[in-house]
């Protein structure tokens, strides 16, 4: 309603308009030279205002005619990209696939229709990388790095490229790109991950405890550090850093008695914290290798029986305090006292099993044998199988 009587008002003004412009009196001439031209007001106004339409559509067309070279360019240059972005992209699928020669080629192709997209770059450095052309990968990552937005595609790429070749000047170029990255890119945890294996690789377990962030990590590679320190005071607090990470883990009161022992005056006193570290290992992770070094100064069969039992005390009807003092029984040729104990140790544990992928090892280590998982091996017993992970879970990171 309200439209149609604005449109009624405004038909009315210009009506108007035109009817005052029609009815104005008088003639217009223009005199210029030998031509002369004269018109009555309202003819003379039409015109003016078509020549001003003229004028404005000659300025307009010029104005597009000007343009268009560089609207042509832009458009092949947008078609150029689109072209380079598919080959990118195709290039990225190849890469997955595994079919690396395929990869370098659209590779190649996106390199050539869009130079300085970072995902040409990323493209060419990883089918480089994966055809072991290790100059071209380097050269592309590289580049990349120095992106503002996608740097860290080409920090990544250089520190995979390097950290996978396993000589001694490969894996020091990583660990130096690694820092470079950390620099650029401090709160990164997969950067974070990869300095810890590279650590763990070069046998750094001090650098790589210190950079760990699970517990278990943290523990076992504690430990590591504690038996690598040249420094027995070192050692003794790698050791007590294992026991406060990975409280269940017997290595860590193994390593704090080593340590002890390896420390010299005053030599009574370290010989008691020595003694103490594996009586409260005994108490937390009891496992045969506590007893062992609990027991390794006592030769007498019976002195060892006894000593025995004042270590299973502190953890009595565990499977593995009923397994200690069946044998030592047994040497001590204490037959009833053996057979009585030797039911309750059918449970005490058999082998270190990795809790990612189940693979067994009769000795601890700090990582899986076969995954390489850090920290993931436990002292089980026949009973504690669990149900295996699937072969194929996807482990992160595992193929860097
Ligand atoms: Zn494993």
């Known amino acids: 309603m309200l439209r149609a009587f ?44 078509l020549l001003a339409v003229v004028v404005i559509v000659l300025i307009n067309g010029l104005r597009a005619l000007l343009r268009a070279p560089r609207h042509l360019a832009d458009r092949r240059a947008a078609a150029r990209r689109d072209t380079g972005e598919m080959a990118a992209v195709r290039a990225l699928s190849a890469l997955a696939s595994g079919d690396t020669a395929a990869a ?49 595609l080409g920090w990544r790429g250089l520190v ?15 660990q130096a790109h690694v820092r470079l990255a950390a620099q650029a890119h401090p709160g990164s945890p997969w950067l974070r991950e990869t300095r810890v294996r590279l650590a763990t690789t070069r046998g750094d377990y001090a650098e790589a405890a210190r950079l760990a962030t ?19 005071t070192l050692a003794i607090d790698w050791a007590r850093e294992a026991i406060r990470a990975t409280p269940s883990l017997s290595a860590s009161y193994l390593a704090l008695a080593a340590a002890h022992q390896r420390a010299g005056f005053p030599r009574a006193w370290h010989q008691a914290r020595a003694r103490a570290a594996l009586r409260a290992g005994w108490r937390a992770a009891p496992h045969p290798d506590i007893a062992k070094a609990f027991l390794q100064d006592i030769e007498a069969p019976l002195e060892r029986a006894r000593a025995a039992q004042t270590l299973a005390e502190l953890n009595p009807k565990h499977p593995e305090s009923e397994k ?50 850090v920290g993931s091996l436990v002292w089980t017993g026949p009973a504690d199988v669990t149900t295996p992970t699937p072969p194929f879970a996807p482990v992160v990171g595992a193929s860097a």
């Open 6 to 49: 604005r449109f009624g008002l405004i038909a009315i003004m210009a009506l108007a308009v035109i009817w005052g412009i029609a009815t104005l009196p008088g003639t217009m001439r223009v005199d210029a030279g030998s031509y002369h031209f004269a018109a009555g007001v309202p003819v003379a106004i039409l015109l003016l205002l």
């Open 104 to 152: 370098r080629g659209h590779a190649k192709t996106a390199q050539r229709h869009a130079p300085d997209s970072p995902i040409s770059l990323y493209v060419a450095g990883e089918a480089a990388r994966q055809a072991g052309d290790h100059a071209a990968a380097d050269q592309h990552f590289a580049t990349l790095a120095q992106h503002k937005h996608a740097g860290f």
């Open 160 to 174: 995979q490229h390097h950290a996978s070749q396993n000589d001694a000047g490969s894996q020091s170029l990583a």
């Open 214 to 232: 699970t517990k278990t990590e943290i523990g076992a590679l504690a430990v590591m550090a504690s038996r690598q320190a040249s420094d027995p």
């Open 324 to 373: 200690l003092l069946a044998e030592t029984a047994r040497g001590a040729r204490l037959e009833g006292e053996a057979q009585r104990h030797r039911a309750g140790a059918d449970q005490a544990g058999t082998r270190f099993v990795c809790s990612q992928c189940q693979a067994e090892t009769p000795e601890w280590r700090h990582d899986c044998p076969r995954c390489g998982v």
